[in-house]
């Protein structure tokens, strides 16, 4: 099982370096582009390269490793309920004497590998 603290910092990140670096952009892209305003010393002139070249790829990273993040939490806790909703199952089947205590406990054993 994924470790989730991990998945949720992940996704959370990810989240994050989306609202920060998207208005950035937008901020640079349109002092550039819309209002023609040139960067005057070399610290803005590689920030704002950074910002318009880089800012997309940045978000983009970021942004996909939230939503890997996001589907691995999600495919976690649905492997967590069908886990013990199979167990829940083979528990009622056992409770009917529909399975003999040999088929119980391989089965049990099959479904607990998979946690």
Do not use: C, N
Not at 90 to 107: F, G, I
């Amino acid at each position: 099982m994924p470790d989730l603290a991990r998945l949720i910092k992940t996704r959370d990140r990810g989240i994050w370096m989306a609202v920060v670096w998207i208005p950035l952009w937008l901020i640079q892209v349109t002092k550039v582009f819309v209002y023609h305003q040139i960067p005057q010393t070399r610290w803005e002139s590689v920030m704002t390269s950074i910002l318009i070249v880089a800012g997309p790829f940045i978000t983009f990273k970021y942004w996909q490793s939230a939503r890997d993040a996001k589907a691995a939490l999600i495919r976690a806790t649905q492997a967590g309920r069908t886990v013990e909703d199979r167990l829940d199952e083979l528990e009622r089947l056992k409770r009917r004497d529909m399975v003999t205590p040999e088929e119980y406990a391989a089965k049990r054993q099959e479904i607990l590998k998979d946690l």
